[in-house]
């Protein structure tokens, strides 16, 4: 069975430091891999994707991850915090189900604390 | 392209009422997730379905639950005799056919039973 953790509840930075939440995953095969943000009372946003070829991955508001097959890892990083960054955060995964159909399974989510 | 669309935004039922939810999902997806998520918690998965099938229901309630995905028209999420427990928000995701497409949510669905 495929699965998604997300080791950490929290994770708390300063404004201008860099941010990282974790992400690691188990799949059967080849996984397709998402990161997504949810504000208060929002719906999730969807940040950026691994699907093939380059390891490094940029998305949207200055977020970037790095897909590490050998440890099975999707960690999402940014380089510099804002406090507008605080939110929570998903890592998701989609891969080839037992079903013949493409599952996708989330994280427990990330809640992101920036600290002014 | 309209984003995936969900009413209504809010619903207050009373134990024992129904509650429909209708999610129209983006322009040339045919895949539709309903999740359920409740305050400061994670999504749970409830229901995949593509049009006209239910691809994998595993995460629905067996009773008083069910979802549709006609060929024509929106999803629908249906929930009877409701409950406090049934209390969440209920977003509503959709796809392209393909793997590597990108699933968008819609804002969501929060219902109060009282």
């Known amino acids: 069975a495929q699965s998604v953790a997300q080791p950490e509840d929290q994770v708390n930075v300063a404004e201008g430091n860099p941010l990282t939440v974790k992400c690691t995953y188990s799949?059967?095969?080849?996984?397709?891999l998402f990161w997504y943000v949810q504000y208060p009372n929002r719906g999730l946003q969807f940040l950026l994707k691994y699907i093939t070829g380059d390891n490094l991955v940029k998305g949207s508001y200055g977020f970037e991850a790095e897909f590490n097959k050998s440890q099975t890892s999707f960690h999402l990083k940014k380089p510099s915090a804002l406090v507008s960054d605080s939110a929570l955060y998903f890592c998701?995964?989609?891969?080839?189900?037992?079903?013949?159909?493409?599952?996708?399974?989330f994280g427990t989510g990330t809640k992101l604390q920036v600290i002014p | 392209n309209a984003g995936v669309m969900q009413n209504p935004r809010h619903l207050v039922r009373r134990r024992g009422q129904e509650a429909r939810l209708r999610c129209s999902p983006m322009k040339g997806h045919s895949h539709v997730y309903w999740y359920r998520q409740l305050p400061e918690e994670g999504l749970k998965f409830m229901v995949y379905l593509q049009k006209e099938n239910i691809i994998d229901e595993s995460g629905m309630p067996k009773e008083r639950f069910s979802a549709e995905f006609p060929k024509e028209g929106p999803s629908i999420l249906r929930i009877q005799q409701v409950v406090r427990g049934d209390s969440a928000a209920y977003f509503c995701a959709s796809s392209p056919p393909g793997p590597g497409n990108t699933i968008y949510f819609g804002e969501g669905s929060w219902l109060t039973v009282v």
């Open positions: 998701a995964v989609r891969a080839l189900h037992s079903g013949g159909y493409q599952k996708v399974t």
């Open positions: 799949v059967s095969g080849n996984p397709y």
